[in-house]
Nanobody, 129 residues
């Protein structure tokens, strides 16, 4: 059974940094796409970043709002994906969710939550002074 467990959320002051982790288990397929989405109070869930892995090739996608500030990466041996977040702003406050699908999604699909089959329970990130 596929499981995703997020960690690393918390409180940080504006301009600070946090690193989120998402540990995946229950699969051995080397082809997969893992992503981060977030949902702020009263808002819809939105795409943050995704990483597609297939045959040793990786491709990443970012939301415009986080480009240059967030970096998604992966530890293949641990089936873990990370989200390094820098220059955090209050607008980044949200519950962050990890998602995964055992497919190498095409670039146009990586930001669409409907294509992801597995979700973690989320981790809260709060940016405030």
């Amino acid at each position: 059974q596929v499981q995703l467990v997020e960690s690393g959320g918390g409180w940080v002051q504006p301009g600070g940094s946090l690193r989120l982790s998402c540990a995946g288990s229950g699969w051995t397929d080397s082809r997969n796409t893992m992503a981060w989405f977030r949902q702020a109070p009263g808002k819809e869930r939105e795409f943050v970043a995704a990483l597609r892995w297939s045959g040793g090739n990786r491709e990443t996608r970012y939301a415009n709002s986080v480009k240059g500030r967030f970096t998604i990466s992966r530890d293949s041996a641990k089936n873990t994906v990370y989200l390094q977040m820098s220059s955090l702003q209050p607008a980044d406050t949200a519950v962050y969710y990890c998602a995964a699908v055992l497919l190498a999604l095409n670039a146009g699909s990586m930001a669409n939550p409907q294509f992801y089959d597995y979700w973690g329970e989320g981790t809260q990130v709060t940016v405030s002074s």
